[in-house]
């Protein structure tokens, strides 16, 4: 394998996004970084009023996880989707976030928050996701659309 094949990536992928399955949703990611510029902006730009905490290391822990979410659901997230089955059986992807009581809730900052809140885990498994460069390399997909 090639250097370039190994590290090249495709910056359309990195910017609009890549679809990731998960069972009964779908999540389209933009990357953490790379070709989506405006992540590193937006992160430099909600962590400039706390520089002289990060900087002596008081910076308490729920505001840094409150701004890396703020910033990865403004920059990263796309789109969400989540499957829907008809009673004649039809399968349907509908634009939502599934809310604890098992309704479509509408993709939003709000709502985008509450479920991370909820569920810290998949923040951070979105979080890696959105941060490896294999996820949005040119290959990588290509391959995955052929096995699909």
């Known amino acids: 394998m090639s250097l370039y094949s190994q590290y090249k990536t495709n910056t359309e992928y990195e910017k609009k996004?890549?679809?990731?399955?998960?069972g009964d949703y779908r999540i389209v990611?933009?990357?953490?970084?790379?070709?989506?510029?405006r992540y590193q902006k937006v992160l430099t730009a909600k962590m400039k009023p706390y520089r002289?905490?990060?900087?002596n290391g008081s910076l308490d822990n729920e505001t840094e996880i409150r701004i890396m979410r703020?910033?990865?659901?403004?920059?990263?997230?796309?789109?969400w989707?989540?499957?829907?089955?008809?009673?004649?059986?039809?399968?349907?992807?509908?634009?939502?976030?599934?809310?604890?009581?098992?309704?479509?809730k509408p993709v939003n900052?709000?709502?985008l928050l509450a479920v991370y809140e909820d569920l810290p885990d998949l923040f951070i498994?979105?979080?890696?996701?959105?941060?490896?460069?294999?996820?949005?390399?040119?290959e990588e997909i290509e391959a995955d659309v052929g096995n699909s």
């Open 17 to 22: 996004g890549v679809t990731f399955q998960f």
């Open 109 to 111: 900052k709000e709502n």
């Open 29 to 37: 990611l933009a990357r953490a970084g790379g070709a989506n510029a």
């Open 70 to 79: 703020e910033t990865f659901i403004d920059c990263c997230i796309i789109d």
């Open 125 to 138: 498994e979105h979080q890696n996701l959105a941060n490896d460069m294999n996820n949005y390399r040119a």
């Open 52 to 55: 002289r905490a990060i900087q």
């Open 81 to 104: 989707l989540t499957k829907s089955v008809a009673e004649d059986g039809t399968v349907d992807w509908k634009k939502g976030i599934e809310g604890p009581d098992g309704t479509l």
